[in-house]
């Protein structure tokens, strides 16, 4: 079945870029996505990419997919407090209904921000 | 903002007993959703839903029904509740055959 891996904790200074690594196993998935959780609140999705795509970029914020290693990166430029968080990675899943499919999630990495 | 409404946001019950917990949304998105959320485990898709009665099992459904009989609800029923499933139940909507948006979740304790 799918699986999607992350490190579990990545520890940067302020100002300095994060880069946080995912793989996943499923090579039919059509988007990739990255949501960020904050403490006590849902997830927010900040970004996806399409399985055709190399990179995006928005903002502050750099998706790069290799996928014929199945691997995803987001890398989040000058790193600030406020992006203490924790981050998953998610794949479509095998789970579809009605062409709509659920996701399967990473265990999350959570980003630590040392001042 | 899409409208997600989790209830109630924070329960502690005893094991045994009978738990619902409610989503509703109010822009009339089809598939919703129930996944909850552990440490060391991350989010696990329990049962999802295409449409009104419309629904199917995800990946750790064994001790949990859902129900929608109107496309803004989705309610999930713990029968009996187990310690096993103290955890944090989030609910999502799909606007999109991938993207999902999630709610704010629910906190249940199960003593």
């Known amino acids: 079945g799918e699986d999607v891996e992350q490190s579990l904790f990545l520890s940067v200074r302020e100002g300095d870029s994060s880069v946080i690594n995912c793989t996943y196993t499923?090579?039919?998935?059509?988007?990739l996505y990255w949501y960020k959780q904050e403490p006590g609140a849902g997830l927010q999705l900040l970004t996806y990419?399409?399985?055709?795509?190399d990179m995006k970029q928005d903002q502050r914020l750099t998706v790069l997919l290799n996928k014929k290693d199945k691997h995803l990166s987001l890398r989040i430029a000058d790193t600030q407090t406020g992006d203490s968080a924790i981050y998953f990675c998610?794949?479509?899943?095998?789970?579809?209904?009605?062409?709509?499919?659920?996701?399967?999630f990473g265990k999350g990495t959570h980003l630590i921000i040392q001042p | 903002d899409a409208g997600i409404t989790q209830s109630p946001r924070h329960k502690v019950t005893e094991t045994g007993t009978p738990v619902t917990l409610r989503c509703h949304q109010t822009?009339?998105?089809?598939?919703m959703y129930w996944y909850r959320q552990d440490p060391g485990h991350g989010l696990r898709l329990i049962h999802y839903?295409?449409?009104?009665?419309?629904?199917d099992k995800g990946e750790v459904s064994d001790g949990y029904s859902v129900s929608r009989s109107k496309t803004e609800d989705f309610l999930l029923t713990l029968e009996s509740a187990t310690s096993s499933q103290t955890s944090v139940y989030f609910c999502?909507?799909?606007?999109?055959?991938?993207?999902?948006?999630f709610g704010e979740g629910s906190r249940l304790t199960v003593l």
């Open positions: 822009e009339n998105h089809r598939y």
């Open positions: 839903s295409y449409g009104v009665k419309d629904t």
């Open positions: 990419i399409f399985s055709n795509m």
């Open positions: 998610a794949e479509s899943s095998k789970y579809s209904g009605g062409g709509a499919d659920g996701l399967t």
């Open positions: 999502a909507i799909s606007i999109t055959s991938g993207e999902l948006f």
């Open positions: 499923d090579s039919s998935s059509t988007y």
